[in-house]
T-cell receptor, first 114, second 115 residues
């Protein structure tokens, strides 16, 4: 597609449920990033892929968070046993291979945990 | 480690006046600096970047930013503000000395341009 596509746009989960958030990056973009944006704050880095390799997962807040990109294109961010503090907007971004490239963001998935 | 500070939560200007949104950064290696804009319920959109070369960079919608190494700043500017510029603006830094792709963002500045 023309841009980064994320689904679902909105997700309401009961505490303890598992959720999966999908990101479809711009075709040909090698690098893919996940960010978490809490209300009134800037995006916080979660994890980064180059093709199918997860090169940095230092921002994942706990072992309940897991991300994958098995074929180097679509990525899924999974949150197990959701808690209220997981409520946030989850942003996906992709970019070209070069370190100098700007990020192209999707519109985000807003997760609300009740 | 790398970090970004946007010291103003809110900036208010009148339409037609110049605007400045401030950003300072900290990074171990070479700073790669970016500005993004976010409209309500939308993803972040790229405005401009500094990688190397001329300290004054020009970007989309008439925005520009000046890289100042001694002050570790990268302030966003526009000579004449429009009401449609009202949005949330984020500054970001990446360490260009490594192959690490992570960008670190500030907490954002809300710009309001009044008619």
């Amino acid at each position: 597609g023309a841009g980064v596509s994320q689904s679902p746009r909105y997700k309401v989960a009961k505490r303890g449920q598992d959720v999966a958030l999908r990101c479809d990056p711009i075709s040909g973009h090698v690098s893919l990033f996940w960010y978490q944006q809490a209300l009134g704050q800037g995006p916080e880095f979660l994890t980064y892929f180059q093709n199918e390799a997860q090169l940095d997962k230092s921002g994942l807040p706990s072992d309940r968070f897991f991300a994958e990109r098995p074929e180097g294109s679509v990525s899924t961010l999974k949150i197990q046993r959701t808690q209220q503090e997981d409520s946030a907007v989850y942003l996906c971004a992709s970019t070209t291979r070069t370190n100098t490239g700007e990020l192209f963001f999707g519109e985000g998935s807003r997760l609300t945990v009740l | 480690a790398q970090s970004v500070a946007q010291p103003e939560d809110q900036v208010n200007v009148a339409e037609g006046n110049p605007l400045t949104v401030k950003c300072t950064y900290s990074v171990s290696g070479n700073p790669y600096l970016f500005w993004y804009v976010q409209y309500p319920n939308r993803g972040l959109q790229f405005l401009l970047k500094y990688i190397t070369g001329d300290n004054l960079v020009k970007g989309s919608y008439g925005f520009e930013a000046e890289f100042n190494k001694s002050q570790t700043s990268f302030h966003l500017k526009k000579p004449s503000a429009l009401v449609s510029d009202s949005a949330l603006y984020f500054c970001a830094v990446r360490d260009g000395s490594t192959n690490a792709g992570k960008s670190t963002f500030g907490d954002g500045t809300t710009l309001t341009v009044k008619p």
